[in-house]
């Protein structure tokens, strides 16, 4: 049987959010590198592929799938067995789970998407506001794990693969994140999973590259 | 036993999905709405029982829950029964739901409030932008149910209680719609629903409230 094809923009947050519920479940994967810059998830092949041509994109067998969220759930789903914890079928673990799923899209992830990742990339400047966001968000995961292993409890949940990718771009924010510390202990904890490194690795030496970049040219 | 308690803003989007749900599978709900102008949410009553203080926040027994599509999955697997079509079992059918949920609140739902809604609201002019985002978003619904009664096929799903307040704001938009047919005709199936007009009815007179402000000026 042919591994699932995992159409990815290398280094996107979503598609490390992907890649690292595909390891923890310990399936394969065929991963398909896009290059945003060439505008490859624009070509019409993708477009037939995905019409929202966006990534993470996967391709299990006769069943494409897109949103990176939709995509961790279909796998525990499919691939963790009966009732896998990274996605529990209690119906009140689930909903937890489904709720910082929904925080991340709407909040949490947005605020490090535009205020974190975007303005390093485009080289604009953040308006108070979405420092604000960005302050806020920190807070809040720092309640969420206060007293806690991860997001929901004692066990790690594809909720904590969502938000782990977005708060990696702590690494671009100016400010002090030792007001943060149940935050960083808990980012500290998802370091420490045997994949982590591997999967995340080409999102910070995406960093270096364009903090290298600004320092040459400044 | 005590029914759901639904902490809501009357006209608010994503509780008139939760509401709708609720009627689809029969369960009763008992309704605390809240006052937006009066920044009810933000009182710390409502705190304690929801530290993200949005709406809708569901309270059912001794387990509260937020998050409009969060709530709408935990309804369907706690009162739909061993596999109801609103959210079926089947992966990849679940999966399709799951993905359009999140489109619609990464970019439908979005381009809905940012690009029809408060502008409308707050009378700023609409960028060429935010109309192309709206252009783009009413034409990928027209595209996802050509040829389909819902979102998903032949069945209603959660993902159609989702995307359709949100497409609501059509009403608003100046733009023609009978450029998206297949959407409309789509709009107006969910309309038919027996509760559709009870569950939405708040929306359409905030609308009225603000369309008569609006001409008053």
């Not at 009732?83 to 991340?104: F, G, I, M, T, W």
């Amino acid at each position: 049987m042919a591994n699932i094809q995992l159409y990815h923009f290398p280094g996107s947050p979503p598609c490390r959010s992907v890649l690292m519920t595909a390891k923890a479940l310990g399936v394969p994967l065929e991963l398909k590198p896009l290059s945003s810059l060439n505008k490859d998830h624009l070509s019409p092949e993708f477009l037939k592929i995905n019409p929202d041509h966006t990534t993470p994109t996967i391709v299990d067998g006769d069943f494409t799938l897109w949103e990176s969220r939709a995509i961790m759930r279909y796998l525990v789903g499919k691939y963790g067995g009966e009732d896998n914890s990274l996605y529990p079928r209690d119906l009140q673990k689930r909903a937890e789970v489904d709720r910082l799923l929904d925080y991340d899209l709407g909040v949490f992830y947005r605020a490090m998407l535009e205020t974190l990742m975007l303005p390093l990339r485009n080289k604009t400047k953040t308006t108070k506001e979405q420092d604000e966001k960005v302050v806020k968000a920190f807070e809040r995961i720092d309640t969420l794990v206060k007293d806690k292993k991860f997001l929901t409890g004692n066990t790690l949940t594809i909720a904590d693969f969502a938000v782990v990718v977005g708060f990696a771009a702590e690494v671009l924010y100016p400010g002090d994140m030792s007001k943060y510390p149940n935050a960083m202990a808990w980012y500290k904890r998802i370091q420490e999973l045997p994949y982590y490194k591997e999967v995340n690795q080409p999102f910070f030496d995406i960093v270096e590259n364009v903090k290298k970049q600004r320092a040459e040219t400044s």
